[in-house]
């Protein structure tokens, strides 16, 4: 029976050896400021970007929201996005995805200054990331790699398993993974929509990272016994209850908790991570910009 690696409690310890950070840069004159800009109608993305801001609250960081019209001409988008370049106020951008298809999401990640990119999607910082010179980590890997800190699971020669090869999920997950350094130095295998032997891969995984957003596709006979299990996915399916829907995984949970050493939670697993990792990135950008020196875990 596996451990149940509590994302919700990890992201209060994350939170909380925040506090100081914020506080020296409080002291000094700075308050952290993130700004998200939504312009969608969809009910998911304002979920998102409101617990964001709420977030945001908790800890003392400034949260500034910008809502656009999901109809409104492009270049609005890149004119906010350019304003808040300018504002010294704001240490933080993010920009919610996805942006209507009227818009060029790569222009718009290209448009944010890369100094103020703490989602990490900026060209310049997904190089630096891949050169094992991070400027910022994207929140969700990020979020996994303190997840597995945190539960002292060994990467250095373990054979680890990304399933998805995503630019905000596998892709970064995969380099962190490989870089050589701190919760890293895993053998890395990517797989994706076209991989042949998915199965074969999961079945020799020390450590698998399901982000493929496909609900339950992961069962718990396709694992090597004692594996670590991170489930990113988050999914929709409908359900006999007042929303109609429940949220899943990728993974199917109680199979899967019965051969694996360890595993998450959907939800309150690599979640709860991720809105914690955009606060850390945060108050990194904001003592990056000032000076202001902090101690960050
Ligand atoms: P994408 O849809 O962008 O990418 C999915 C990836 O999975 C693709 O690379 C795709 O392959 C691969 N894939 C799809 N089906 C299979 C399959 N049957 N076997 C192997 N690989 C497959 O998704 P994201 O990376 O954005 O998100 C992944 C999941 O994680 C989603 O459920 C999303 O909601 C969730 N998520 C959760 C977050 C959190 O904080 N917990 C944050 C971000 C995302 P191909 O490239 O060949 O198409």
Do not use: W
Not at 50 to 60: I, L, N, P, Y
Not at 171 to 178: D, E, F, Q, S, V
Request: charged share 25%.
């Amino acid at each position: 029976m596996a451990d149940i690696i509590d994302g919700k409690a990890v992201a209060a310890d994350v939170r909380e050896s925040l506090s100081d950070s914020i506080t020296t840069l409080k002291d000094a004159g700075v308050t952290p400021g993130l700004a998200t800009v939504l312009m969608s109608d969809d009910p998911a993305s304002e979920t998102y970007v409101s617990m964001k801001q709420r977030d945001c609250e908790e800890v003392g960081v400034d949260g500034i929201h910008v809502e656009l019209d999901a109809d409104a001409p492009a270049q609005e988008l890149y004119d906010t996005v350019d304003e808040l370049n300018a504002d010294e106020e704001v240490h933080g951008i993010l920009v919610q995805m996805p942006v209507p298809d009227h818009v060029d999401t790569r222009r718009v990640l290209r448009a944010i200054d890369p100094a103020k990119d703490v989602d990490g999607f900026h060209p310049e910082n997904v190089g630096r990331l891949v050169a094992g010179n991070a400027r910022f980590k994207p929140c969700t890997p990020h979020g996994v790699q303190k997840l597995l800190e945190a539960y002292d699971i060994e990467t250095e020669g373990a054979e680890a398993v990304v399933v998805g090869r995503s630019d905000i999920v596998g892709k970064p997950m995969a380099n962190l993974l490989i870089q050589k350094a701190p919760i890293g130095n895993a053998t890395t295998t990517v797989c994706h929509s076209r991989t042949q032997d998915l199965e074969g891969h999961l079945s020799r995984a020390d450590i698998v990272i399901a982000a493929a957003g496909r609900p339950a596709f992961i069962t718990g006979d396709m694992l090597k016994e004692g594996a670590t299990v991170v489930d990113v996915g988050i999914n929709r399916v409908d359900a006999e209850n007042e929303k109609g829907y429940e949220l899943v995984g990728d993974v199917a949970y109680e199979s899967a908790k019965e051969v694996a050493g360890a595993i998450t939670p959907v939800p309150g697993g690599v979640g709860p991570m991720t809105r914690a990792m955009l606060l850390y990135n945060t108050v990194q950008a904001a003592s990056q910009q000032t000076g202001i020196e902090i101690d960050l875990a």
